[in-house]
């Protein structure tokens, strides 16, 4: 890889790890679709600070059009208030009112500057080497990767340090409040970080990854662990993961880096939502398959033994009568139930019968106490 | 700190509670003596659970005091245990029995500092108490009702407060858990710990309290429970014609969680 490459991968890795450690505690509150109004409605704010700054990389652009993307989140919350209009309808209302406007002024007023509305939607990953940041004369790298790096050190750092706060007012927000953790002031904060990471990565990476990378990786990861901290350090690695495979295809294809990258985000998903142990489909499929033959198995050893020692046991018990008119199985799915169930030990043969072991009595006993019956 | 020389558990003084000038709670007036249960009950609608978030600051006030043992709840906060809801929180999010029960000792650790050793020590405690320590480690979302409600009462065991606030401990728990919640109670009471719950089942009204407060928007009644638990003042509360059916012991079904949702644990009958 060239250096130019490395850089762009570097930026990318950062963007996608600050993006993670934000949008797992976005997704955990349900309000994943609010990285997505935060990413868009930031534009205006972005365009006026341009203006003033006129640099796109500069920290006073990042912070002021964060404070959109703090402001749009109010808004927000203000017209849900009023209950005139649910939440997400007044965020449908707020962001693209507030992205146009930023695509209006950029059309009217910044066409011919680095600032187009392509340039919005997936960014120009690929122009980021060549904006270099130099202190005192020196080159010390692309400004875009000191700009990610740091939003990605200060997410860490506040994650790290208000972990405890975060995690208490995202479970229980009620708690939160009458211990006295404000839990008000938590949601602004971790709202002022997302907005600080969307407009940090807009101009690299663009708003379909911010949106991708704050909501992926985290809804991936959800689906891997039990555990906070596990779902921030997966959150961050799938994140990364996604990233160099984008980056990867990106340059297999010719196509757009970030473009690719936001692609990968959903491949990398769809993957985990196939495949992931114990919530993944194919495990989920698996698992009710199982559960499926084991209750038929569970049902044969209550029906011997409801029967036992009655006088229509011998009839009862017989292979031939659970197709018959009675149990009415196909012979099919009776030649599969008696297999599973003599291989568990629940049932023997007996010549033509089938005999309950003291297994199978045990297990049809806790099933009709109505325990949920394992063999 | 705590005042010795009050006797209030908690005291509110014209308390009103309105939602878009709606009154929610009008005027209400509340006095808990230490070391008593206390049941608040009233009708759906009746401002219960508001009463227990507007003392704990939880909605805003449109008018009131509240004082717990003496002093502001912003001052005495740390004195304050608070069991809401179950059906409150998300219990898909990703974390242990452990892990919340912990979040109990929060509020004494304050802002920045982590839970550890000793956290971890006093959690297992709790959970012992509420017969959950085998769960400790267990994903939350494994847990049936009567579970998580023993673990929210064990995150409130290790807050280790003067006065509890429960909402609903009862909803939806089985017999079991509904006795070993009792007990504990009992054992709060007996340490000269106040606890605030609100309650539904008229039926175990009696047998489970020493203090009643009866609500529907306004105080009805406040008292020991047999000089405030009187059909006259069930009347008032409930609006309409509270019927006790007498219990025929073998024959009564036992009641349903449907009726016990409906708050008459399938003894009494409310007819507008």
Redesign the interface.
Same mark, same amino acid.
């Given at each position: 890889m060239s250096p130019a490459q490395i850089e762009i991968l570097a930026i990318a890795v950062c963007t996608a790890v600050a993006c993670a450690l934000v949008g797992t505690f976005l997704v +955990?509150r349900r309000l994943a679709m609010v990285s997505d109004a935060i990413s868009h409605s930031i534009l205006p704010g972005i365009v006026v600070a341009f203006f003033v700054t006129r640099d796109l990389s500069s920290p006073w652009l990042v912070v002021g059009a964060a404070a959109t993307g703090v402001l749009t989140v109010a808004l927000v919350e203000a017209l849900t208030r009023s209950r005139r209009l649910k939440e997400d309808a007044a965020m449908g209302l707020v962001f693209p009112a507030l992205f146009s406007l930023g695509v209006v002024l950029i059309t009217r007023y910044a066409g011919n500057v680095h600032l187009d509305v392509d340039a919005v939607l997936l960014g120009e990953l690929a122009y980021a080497p060549f904006n270099r940041l130099e202190i005192a004369g020196t080159d010390v790298g692309p400004r875009g990767l000191w700009l990610m790096g740091g939003i990605m050190l200060i997410n860490a750092l506040a994650v790290g =340090? $208000? $972990? *405890?706060?975060l *995690? =208490?007012a995202?479970?229980?927000a /009620? +708690?939160a !409040? !009458? =211990? /006295? $953790?404000a839990p008000v002031a938590i949601h602004y904060g971790l709202m002022s970080l997302v907005s600080l990471t969307a407009v940090g990565a807009f101009d690299a990476v663009g708003l379909i990854l911010v949106v991708a990378l704050m909501i992926g990786p985290p809804a991936a990861a959800?689906l891997l662990?039990?555990?906070?901290t596990?779902?921030l350090v997966l959150s961050a690695s799938l994140g990364a993961v996604a990233a160099a495979l984008g980056f990867w295809l990106a340059t297999a294809v010719d196509g757009s880096i970030a473009g690719a990258m936001a692609v990968a985000v959903g491949v990398v998903f769809a993957v985990v939502f196939l495949a992931a142990p114990g919530r993944g489909l194919i495990a989920v499929m698996r698992r009710r398959r199982r559960q499926r033959w084991e209750f038929a198995a569970v049902m044969l050893a209550i029906h011997l033994w409801q029967h036992e020692g009655e006088p229509d046991e011998a009839e009862e018990s017989r292979v031939e009568h659970l197709h018959g008119k009675h149990v009415g199985w196909t012979p099919e799915f009776t030649r599969r139930t008696v297999a599973l169930a003599t291989r568990r030990g629940l049932v023997e043969p007996a010549g033509e019968r089938l005999r309950l072991t003291e297994l199978g009595r045990a297990a049809a006993g806790r099933a009709l106490s109505g325990a949920v019956v394992e063999v | 700190m705590t005042d010795p020389t009050t006797t209030c558990a908690v005291e509110v003084t014209d308390l009103t509670v309105a939602y878009r000038e709606r009154p929610v709670l009008w005027d209400v007036d509340l006095s808990v003596p230490r070391g008593k249960l206390l049941a608040i009950m009233g009708p759906n609608g009746a401002g219960k659970t508001t009463l227990i978030k507007a003392i704990l600051g939880l909605v805003p006030t449109a008018a009131g005091r509240v004082l717990v043992h003496g002093e502001p709840y912003t001052a005495n906060r740390h004195l304050v245990g608070y069991v809401p809801q179950r059906g409150s929180v998300d219990w898909d999010f990703p974390t242990t029995v452990l892990d919340v029960v912990m979040m109990g000792r929060y509020g004494t650790l304050g802002w920045l500092r982590r839970p550890g050793r000793r956290e971890r020590d006093q959690a297992h405690v709790a959970l012992e108490k509420v017969g959950m320590d085998v769960f400790a480690d267990r994903q939350i979302s494994e847990l049936s009702g009567g579970q998580q409600q023993r673990v929210f009462l064990a995150r409130a065991l290790v807050q280790e407060a003067q006065v509890y606030f429960m909402d609903e401990p009862f909803q939806g728990v089985d017999a079991r858990t509904e006795r070993a919640i009792i007990e504990l109670l009992k054992e709060l009471r007996a340490q000269d710990r106040t606890v605030v719950v609100v309650h539904h089942d008229l039926q175990t009204v009696t047998e489970y309290f020493d203090w009643v407060t009866l609500l529907n928007v306004r105080r009805i009644a406040s008292g020991p429970v047999e000089e405030t638990f009187t059909e006259e003042n069930l009347r008032l509360a409930y609006g309409g014609r509270v019927e006790f059916l007498q219990r025929q012991a073998p024959a009564d079904p036992p009641p349903t969680p449907e009726d016990r949702d409906h708050g008459l644990g399938g003894y009494g009958k409310i007819r507008p």
């Open positions: +955990l =340090l $208000f $972990f *405890k706060e *995690k =208490l995202t479970f229980d /009620g +708690l !409040a !009458a =211990l /006295g $953790f959800y662990t039990d555990r906070l596990v779902m | -």
